[in-house]
């Protein structure tokens, strides 16, 4: 069994919606969501599995890149 640190969670739904080794992978993920669904900011979480613990996330980081 493959086990994974980092879970992205919906606390709305209940629905765990990817697993990820590493934070960066988590993040990318929890930002692809948001693209397309930004009303979820507040629902969408990071858990690290080996803490059990929620990641707070750098709002910056969840902010769209500006068009160029």
């Known amino acids: 069994m493959t086990r994974f640190r980092y ?3 919906d606390q709305a739904s209940r629905n765990e919606l ?3 080794d590493t934070l ?3 993040e990318e993920a929890l930002t692809r969501f948001l693209a397309h669904a930004p ?3 507040d629902d969408l979480q990071i858990w ?3 803490e059990d ?3 707070e ?3 910056a980081k969840l ?3 500006p068009a160029a």
Do not use: I, K, Q, S
């Open 7 to 9: 879970t992205l969670f």
């Open 18 to 20: 990817g697993h990820f």
């Open 24 to 26: 960066a992978e988590a």
């Open 39 to 41: 009303e979820a900011a």
């Open 48 to 50: 690290d599995e080996d």
């Open 53 to 55: 613990v929620r990641v």
């Open 57 to 59: 996330v750098d709002p």
């Open 63 to 65: 902010r769209p890149a």
